[in-house]
C-alpha cells in the first residue's frame, strides 16, 4: 500500500519548457488535490478533482492545466514554465466519507 | 476571505519544555480544522481535525483544542522526534473541496 506517490521528485527546467508532474494513489480515492508550496507561505491549492472525469480550479490555477486520467491517477501539467512556477508542488487524495487529506512527497521544480 | 495565520513562525524548545503553537482563522462557516505535521522533504502527514467549539483531539504528546476562532496544538514534554513544522488548515462549509493552510510553526526540540 503506497498511499500517494509523485513523479518525479526533482525536476529542472528552463522558461517556456514543459512538463507534467504525475501522482497516483492506491486508496480508492475519489478527490485528487494539487498544491504549491512557497517558502514563508501556506499550501496553495492550484486544482482539484472532486471526482473522476471532473476538475476545477483553485487559488492559484493561472499556468497549470489537470488531467484525471482515471480515479487512481491526476496530472499537473505545465504548458510553458516561468521562474515564478519554482516551487514544490505536493499531490493529495481524500476519500468520500472523509475530510482528511493524504499527501504525496512532493515534486521540487526549479525554473530557470 | 478565508485566512489562516499562525504563530509563532518559529520555536525552539529545551526537551521537556512544554508549549502551544497557535493558529487563527477567519472563515465564514468552519466546516473542519486540520493539523499536519511535515517533516523536511517531505509531505505533510494527517494528525487531528477538529469540527466544534470545545472540541479537543489528543494524540501522544500532542494535544488539539479549537475555539471559533482559533486552535491551539499543545506540546507536553517534548522530544527531539517532534521537531517538525507543524502545519494548520480550515475547510469552509460553502467551499467543501479547498482547504486554506497556514504557513505553518517551524518547531525545534533541541536535547
Known amino acids: 500500500n503506497a498511499g500517494v506517490t509523485q513523479t518525479p521528485k526533482f525536476q529542472v527546467l528552463k522558461t517556456g519548457q514543459s512538463m507534467t508532474l504525475q501522482c497516483a494513489q492506491d486508496m480508492n480515492h475519489n478527490s485528487m488535490y494539487w498544491y504549491r508550496q512557497d517558502p514563508g507561505m501556506g499550501l496553495r491549492l492550484i486544482y482539484y478533482?472532486?471526482?473522476?472525469?471532473?476538475?476545477d480550479k483553485g487559488e492559484v490555477p493561472n499556468g497549470y492545466n489537470v488531467s484525471r486520467l482515471n480515479k487512481r491517477e491526476f496530472s499537473l501539467r505545465l504548458e510553458s514554465a516561468a521562474p515564478s512556477q519554482t516551487s514544490v508542488y505536493f499531490c493529495?487524495?481524500?476519500?468520500?466519507?472523509?475530510?482528511?487529506?493524504?499527501f504525496g512527497p512532493g515534486t521540487r521544480l526549479t525554473v530557470l | 476571505e478565508d485566512q489562516v495565520t499562525q504563530s509563532p513562525e518559529a520555536l525552539r524548545l529545551q526537551e521537556g519544555e512544554s508549549s502551544s503553537l497557535n493558529c487563527s482563522y477567519t472563515?465564514?462557516?468552519?466546516?473542519?480544522l486540520f493539523w499536519y505535521r511535515q517533516d523536511p522533504g517531505k509531505g505533510p502527514e494527517f494528525l487531528f481535525t477538529l469540527y466544534s467549539a470545545g472540541e479537543e483531539k489528543e494524540k501522544e504528546r500532542l494535544k488539539a483544542t479549537l475555539t471559533k476562532k482559533e486552535s491551539f496544538l499543545h506540546i507536553t514534554a517534548p522530544k527531539p522526534e517532534d521537531s517538525a513544522t507543524y502545519l494548520c488548515?480550515?475547510?469552509?462549509?460553502?467551499?467543501?473541496?479547498?482547504?486554506?493552510f497556514g504557513p505553518g510553526t517551524r518547531l525545534s526540540v533541541l536535547p
Open positions: 493529495a487524495s481524500r476519500g468520500q466519507n472523509t475530510d482528511t487529506q493524504y
Open positions: 472563515v465564514s462557516g468552519l466546516r473542519g
Open positions: 478533482s472532486a471526482s473522476e472525469g471532473t476538475t
Open positions: 488548515a480550515v475547510q469552509a462549509r460553502n467551499y467543501g473541496q479547498n482547504f486554506v
